[in-house]
């Protein structure tokens, strides 16, 4: 994986790009989730929505480093 995006000279860690990503989809998704009534069926969704959130980040991360190879 790259260790940084250079962004007119300040330094941005790829990890915290990835992260914004991954908030970005889990905020879509969520709203999905909310209008299909999907959390009716969960016990605990903050616990899940941090589940989604982690799977999406470990995912991208693999993405990124299947796109470096």
Known sequence: MFGEFNLYGVFIPTLLLLMLIAYL???????????????????????FNLAVYVLLLGGL?????ELRA
């Open 25 to 47: 989809l889990m905020s879509g998704l969520q709203l999905l989730l909310s209008r299909a009534g999907a959390y009716r069926h969960v016990w605990h969704p903050p616990l």
């Open 61 to 65: 991360f693999a993405l990124m480093q």
